[in-house]
């Protein structure tokens, strides 16, 4: 980790460092439970400046982007929040982006660690078109609100990002604990990234690079339904996304596994899903949740029986339902995810 990245939040009473994919930001500050509670019940503040932060100006960026991505972003307003992917040409995720448009630039926040080639990739695309592509991570930084007691978003001090589970805003990186002191002056709870992530679990939303892996489309993880426009033009990977929308189903479904709570651990990212002993997938990110104890999410073969007891790491896991086994094929994908609003509480 670039020590000039290691977040000045790290110094707060009690903060414990996160470990890889996220160190340099805190897991928690003494409490994960209370700082959970705090975050679904009441008003927040996240510190995710691990986050690399791209900035995109010129006046062809929109419909740039709109011709990268899965994303339609040609007429995005001003203000306006979207998620978006890049595919390869065989249709697999290489990443994904939160972003939005300030009138003169887009900015997007994405996985720690891979601004890097997404930068590389994009510059490799510019050829004769007015954009300029930046990697700004070194300037700026994410922080992420949730709670119902939450700040209407124009009195929120930094460019908000906002697409259904919390709010980001992306401040200069210089300004991030003064940001977060004067969210904390009105009213926001100190939460380490721990909390945010058991109730990023509990909803059921993917995390790129944990909860999928370099085969992965975006059916399999139901972001066919948030980060893909399926009348839009052309882009790469745009042959795989229509053939499974029209003609046939994903090969793997994202699950949400409730764990046995009398097995003190928690899956390890990539360790195998079992069915009676035979592999039928992998286990992404894991977290214990102030309510629904321990959770993880998975992705396991799309025939894999919707109701048998699983089992990782000799842990038995019922099954939670997100990607419907009949997702595609012309079938209105409706996700049977706990759905998460803007305070990031989980519910139904």
């Known amino acids: 980790m670039n020590a000039q990245l290691l977040s000045p939040l790290l110094a707060e009473r009690g903060a414990v460092g996160a470990d890889t994919p996220d160190e340099g930001v805190a897991a928690h500050y003494g409490d994960p439970y209370a700082e959970q509670r705090a975050l679904a019940g009441r008003f927040g503040v996240v510190d995710r400046s691990n986050r690399g932060v791209l900035r995109i100006t010129g006046p062809?960026?929109?419909?740039?982007l709109h011709s990268l991505t899965t994303q339609h972003l040609e007429r995005l307003e001003p203000g306006a929040s979207a998620e978006a992917l890049v595919l390869s040409p065989q249709g697999h995720i290489e990443h994904h982006l939160t972003l939005t448009d300030d009138g003169s630039a887009v900015w997007a926040h994405v996985e720690?660690?891979?601004i890097g080639s997404l930068t590389d990739f994009l510059t490799s695309m510019r050829f004769m078109l007015r954009v300029e592509p930046e990697d700004v991570s070194a300037e700026y930084a994410v922080l992420t609100l949730h709670g119902p007691q939450m700040p209407a978003a124009a009195?929120?001090?930094g460019i908000v990002v906002s697409t259904g589970f919390g709010t980001d805003l992306i401040v200069p990186r210089a300004e991030l604990a003064a940001r977060a002191a004067e969210l904390r002056s009105a009213g926001a709870a100190?939460?380490?990234l721990w909390a945010h992530e058991a109730l990023r679990?509990?909803?059921?939303?993917?995390?790129f690079g944990l909860?999928?892996?370099h085969r992965t489309i975006p059916h399999e993880v139901g972001w066919i339904e948030t980060a893909v426009h399926l009348s839009k033009g052309c882009y790469r990977g745009q042959e795989t996304v229509a053939r499974v929308h029209n003609l046939g189903h994903p090969p793997r479904r994202l699950v949400l596994l409730h764990l046995d709570g009398s097995e003190d651990k928690?899956?390890?990212?990539g360790d195998q899903v079992l069915l009676e002993g035979t592999s039928v997938g992998f286990?992404?990110?894991a977290a214990r949740h102030y309510e629904l104890g321990p959770i993880a999410l998975a992705l396991v073969k799309r025939t894999t029986p919707e109701t048998a007891t699983l089992t990782v790491d000799g842990v038995a896991a019922a099954q939670e339902v997100v990607v419907a086994p009949d997702a595609g094929a012309n079938i209105q994908l409706e996700l049977k995810r706990r759905r998460a609003d803007l305070t990031g509480r989980a519910r139904e």
């Open 60 to 64: 062809d960026r929109l419909s740039w």
């Open 112 to 114: 720690p660690g891979t």
């Open 155 to 157: 009195g929120l001090p």
């Open 190 to 192: 100190l939460a380490g």
């Open 201 to 207: 679990i509990a909803a059921a939303l993917p995390r």
């Open 211 to 213: 909860d999928t892996d």
């Open 266 to 269: 928690l899956p390890g990212h």
């Open 283 to 285: 286990a992404g990110s």
